[in-house]
């Protein structure tokens, strides 16, 4: 595998999220936009990036992850999601504390800690927030799914995932009741809210918070 430092594992984890719920490939400027960074500097990254055979880029367009950088990044998807999964379960975390925690400890522990830390917790499939947790070969478990948000009036299925951009939404979610494995069935739809039933009573939730949630199809 292509050696990488710490900036190299971010790029390639921001790469393959960008498409791994939807399948249009990343551009250098939302790249540098997700990063938080110039993007000269990210046109730089993605021309180191490229020699070292990680991704594939033509000037303008858009940057496709490799088969080796695919490699890379599933194996920093995969410590990312074990250290937030061992934060909430182990170390008492709320699962909206545990993204920032992770992105700093993805890049600092060993291989062996890790390991450790995915058999303690009984070789988990998915995350607090289920995404799922790539194993050791790189295999991630997959199934069909629909965005709640573009889900019609009657649809109903257990929530898949809950993406964790924003704590706001995470918090609210956890009032609520709804978590991943939650079933959810859309009882009414608009264009500023849309009304679930949960648990035997109906949530209200913001256009933002169902534009978070993964329902199964």
Do not use: C, N
Request: proline residues 7%; without cysteine.
């Amino acid at each position: 595998m292509p050696p990488t430092s710490p900036a190299i594992e971010d790029y390639l984890k921001t790469v393959y999220a960008h498409t791994e719920w939807q399948p249009d490939p990343i551009t250098p400027k939302v790249l540098a936009d997700a990063l938080g960074i110039a993007p000269s500097s990210v046109t730089e990254m993605v021309k180191k990036m490229a020699a070292a055979g990680l991704v594939s880029h033509v000037p303008y367009g858009a940057v496709r992850l490799t088969e080796a950088g695919l490699a890379r990044a599933l194996a920093v998807v995969r410590r990312h999601r074990l250290i937030e999964t061992w934060l909430v379960r182990e170390m008492g975390y709320a699962w909206h504390e545990v993204h920032d925690e992770a992105e700093v400890l993805e890049h600092a522990i060993s291989d062996r800690l890790l390991e450790a830390i995915d058999a303690r917790l009984g070789r988990p499939a998915r995350d607090p927030h289920g995404d799922a947790i790539p194993a050791a070969d790189g295999t991630l478990a997959s199934e069909p799914w629909v965005l709640l948000g573009d889900a019609p009036q009657g649809h109903s299925g257990a929530v898949i995932r809950i993406s964790d951009r924003d704590p706001a939404v995470l918090r609210l979610l956890h009032d609520l009741g709804i978590g991943p494995g939650t079933v959810l069935t859309v009882t009414d739809v608009s264009t500023e809210t849309i009304t679930v039933q949960a648990q035997g009573a109906a949530r209200r939730l913001p256009a933002e918070a169902a534009l978070a949630i993964w329902v199964a199809a």
